[in-house]
């Protein structure tokens, strides 16, 4: 009498395949990409220097710091807006090679990818605001020591907004050059959530508009440890909507990819 072989049971990974291991996999893999280094670290500190490091700037008076800082908290808000974006919408790259239908035949859940995505964007994002607050602080910007800690600290939580947003967009652009598309639709948005001109010196039609857009919430928490001023619980609802709906369609979007096996 023969005896069939019982196949071995096949063991689901720890938290659906979130791990260290795969987070630093993730992570060499976006420093090899010299191209998203300039763009997401050099380019907002450029930025700043270029438009924020004036004489002028140094010597007017915003809150407890200067313009020259007020100017630096928008501009390390909007490098880690163009980090983590270009972090999550690395899966571009990813789709293009059909590496997103492969993962269907791992033990790897939505949730983790999505996750394990999400964390390496927040890392770049958080390397980019430590960049653009050293160059700060050497160029003029006077902000109180709570305002250096609040602000950059809220800068990089808030940005989680724009790491879904990328990781969204990286599954509805399926190019290479995804950042090419995003970074121009970060710039408008930029202007029109008030991150680069304040948002009552828009008009109160353009200020009501503004409220609406996913850059809105990240600016004004960014910066109310130095203002102090502005609609704080208006701007916490906007992130916290932002997220959730991008979040909510990036693990759609992976859903839907991976079941074309």
């Known amino acids: 009498m023969s005896v069939s072989p019982v196949s071995p049971v096949r063991s689901l990974p720890r938290f659906g395949g979130f791990s260290l291991g795969m987070i630093a996999l993730e992570l060499r893999r976006m420093l090899r990409n010299k191209r998203t280094v300039i763009f997401t670290l050099i380019m907002p500190a450029a930025f700043f220097l270029l438009f924020g490091s004036s004489a002028e700037y140094r010597t007017q008076r915003v809150g407890d710091g200067n313009v020259t800082g007020y100017i630096l908290i928008s501009m390390a808000v909007y490098g880690a807006m163009l980090a983590t974006t270009s972090g999550g919408a690395m899966v571009s790259i990813e789709r293009a090679a059909g590496w997103s239908r492969q993962l269907r035949l791992t033990p790897l859940k939505p949730l983790a990818y999505v996750a394990v995505k999400l964390v390496i964007a927040m890392i770049i994002g958080a390397v980019s605001v430590a960049v653009a ?128 096996v």
């Open 133 to 260: 607050f050293l160059v700060g602080s050497l160029a003029g910007a006077e902000l109180p020591v709570h305002a250096w800690i609040g602000c950059g600290l809220l800068a990089w939580v808030c940005s989680l907004v724009f790491a879904a947003f990328g990781l969204f967009m990286g599954y509805l652009l399926p190019s290479e050059n995804v950042m090419q598309i995003l970074g121009p639709v970060l710039a408008v948005l930029s202007f029109a959530g008030g991150l680069f001109v304040p948002v009552d010196e828009l008009g109160s039609t353009f200020a009501t508009i503004a409220t609406f857009t996913p850059v809105y919430g990240v600016g004004e928490i960014a910066r109310y440890p130095l203002v102090q001023d502005g609609n704080l619980w208006v701007a916490v609802l906007n992130v916290v909507f932002w997220t959730a709906l991008f979040s909510a369609g990036a693990m759609w979007r992976f859903r839907r990819d991976t079941a074309r």
